[in-house]
């Protein structure tokens, strides 16, 4: 890869982070509000954004803003995977200067591979939040939960990758659903969410907001069941439209 092409592979990353974490799915990210994050001119963002659409990454409305595709969600959950995986080793093995782990991490993560993520994240205990205790989302490795991986030797190239875009049951809306495929933790923490009857493949929904805010609703099989906001974040789901 010439430094050209690496340098624009970053530059759509960038963009790509910026619209995941201001917008997911669900709301257009103005062109204002990317030049302010990334401060660049909004005539040069208005030039990517377009380009962004031919590659499919995102749809984009003139004077509305942009909106990632299914496309663009799973190249920036990696993206931002990786960058939050990357904050915590900062932190928590190399103990740099809390001020200095945004931009660090920004400057690696371009750069670390799948097999070094992977590795990290075992060396970590599959860490669910970084430092600024946003959460981390899942891999897309083709595994239940994280001692599957835990217990798999193959190289990550022989490893299948999962097509869904998945997401937390934090990140659902009131009303929404989703078919738990994902769960981050050890058998310890499968046996304690079997309990509560949930298990890959369960159909879970979201009930209206708890007045606490950390308290999550959910119905499974027509039972009601409470979850913290922590639990939540560590389960994942395919959204049901």
């Known amino acids: 890869m010439n430094a050209r092409n690496k340098e624009l592979s970053e530059n759509i990353e960038e963009y790509l982070e910026v619209l995941y974490k201001q917008g997911n799915k669900k709301n257009h990210v103005s062109t204002t509000t990317i030049s302010k994050q990334l401060k660049i001119a909004p005539g040069s963002v208005t030039q990517m954004l377009k380009k962004l659409e031919d590659l499919g990454y995102i749809s984009y409305i003139p004077y509305k803003g942009a909106i990632l595709t299914e496309k663009g969600i799973k190249t920036s959950q990696k993206i931002t995977r990786k960058h939050r995986i990357l904050e915590r080793f900062l932190a928590d093995v190399l103990k740099i200067k809390k001020e200095n782990i945004h931009i660090q991490a920004c400057n690696m993560e371009h750069s670390l591979s799948d097999e070094a993520e992977r590795a990290m994240c075992h060396m970590l205990d599959h860490p669910d939040e970084c430092p600024d205790e946003k959460p981390i989302p899942a891999c897309d490795l083709d595994f239940n939960s994280c001692e599957e991986c835990l217990n798999e030797d193959s190289d990550i190239e022989e490893i299948g990758m999962r097509n869904d875009n998945l997401i937390s049951i934090s990140q659902l809306n009131s009303k929404e659903s989703g078919k738990i495929s994902f769960i981050r933790g050890n058998s310890i923490v499968f046996k304690k969410l079997m309990g509560f009857g949930i298990a ?42």
């Not at 209206?208 to 069941?225: K, M």
């Not at 979850?227 to 395919?238: C, G, S």
Request: net charge negative; aromatic share 4%.
């Open 200 to 241: 890959i493949g369960t159909i879970v929904s979201v009930g209206e907001a708890d007045h606490i805010d950390d308290i999550i609703n959910l119905f499974i099989n027509d039972s009601d069941i409470k979850l913290t906001r922590e639990i939540a974040n560590n389960i994942f789901v395919k959204p049901i439209n």
